[in-house]
């Protein structure tokens, strides 16, 4: 549990650092943008000078998209957190999610009807369920499922204050992680994937959306066996009342 805790501290850590790096970096490019546009205005009318300025441009432009990216899980974009119903969200982008897995992919879902709202940023919610539901995809070469499930838990990681929380998760029965790699998982640019493959971008975004939420993500995975990534958000009533801290009863033992 400690060192649970030492590696969500380290993830903040590398958050902080890389959210500084990505900004840097975004002004850098901006000002690179701006005079090859200039540059290329400039330019004789000829065909190959042209295209290797726009070579240029378009690299540059997907610079920025990344460092618009980074920038959004290093938490230096403003969340708007609100009361979130989990079912009515996923509902709106489960044909979206199910584009993203395509057909070979079966979407299970546990979501009870009447579960408490969570307090989130709704937008970023969606585009965390989709970078897990694209790593599910990945994971599951030769078909399978992904189940989306949802339950109020009293037991949770160590480092949440009290309160109550929801516990949402994703799992695939896909090729699973060895150690190392899930120890890694979240680390921002960690990717496993290769070259223009992977960003290495989405489980730090979904952790940072998390943590910056008040609430904390484990990843358990099993390899050749499957992966369960779980969020753990807050209710929504606890929160925004500010009610009393009240300790939950401990955890029924499993039987
Ligand atoms: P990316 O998907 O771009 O590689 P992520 O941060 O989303 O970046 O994931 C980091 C790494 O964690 C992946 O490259 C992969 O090795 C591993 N991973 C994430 N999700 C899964 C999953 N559902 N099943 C197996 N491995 C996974």
Request: charged residues 20%.
């Amino acid at each position: 549990a400690l060192a649970q805790l030492f590696e969500a501290q380290k993830l903040d850590t590398i958050g902080h650092l890389t959210g500084g790096v990505a900004h840097d970096f975004n002004n850098l490019l901006m000002a690179v943008l701006g005079s090859l546009n200039l540059l290329k205005k400039r330019l004789p009318a000829d065909e190959r000078s042209e295209r290797l300025v726009t070579n240029a441009i378009q690299a540059a432009e997907r610079g920025t998209a990344l460092t618009q990216r980074l920038l959004a899980f290093a938490r230096r974009q403003e969340l708007k957190p609100q009361a979130v119903d989990f079912l009515r969200l996923f509902e709106n982008v489960e044909d979206l999610l199910a584009k993203a897995v395509g057909p070979r992919i079966e979407i299970r879902k546990s979501i009870p009807g009447d579960l408490a709202p969570l307090l989130v940023d709704s937008n970023q919610l969606e585009l965390a369920l989709l970078n897990l539901f694209v790593n599910a995809r990945d994971a599951l070469e030769s078909g399978g499922a992904v189940t989306v499930a949802a339950a109020a838990e009293e037991s949770r990681p160590t480092g949440l204050a009290g309160g109550n929380y929801i516990r949402i998760s994703v799992s695939d029965d896909g090729e699973g992680m060895d150690e190392t790699t899930v120890s890694r998982a979240a680390e921002p640019f960690f990717t496993t994937k290769g070259v223009g493959k992977g960003t290495g971008l989405g489980l730090s975004m979904v952790h940072g959306l998390a943590a910056q939420s008040g609430g904390s993500i484990q990843i358990s995975s099993t390899r050749g066996k499957g992966t369960t990534v779980s969020l753990w958000l807050p209710v929504a009533e606890t929160f925004v009342k500010a009610q009393p801290v009240v300790e939950p009863p401990a955890p029924e033992p499993l039987t």
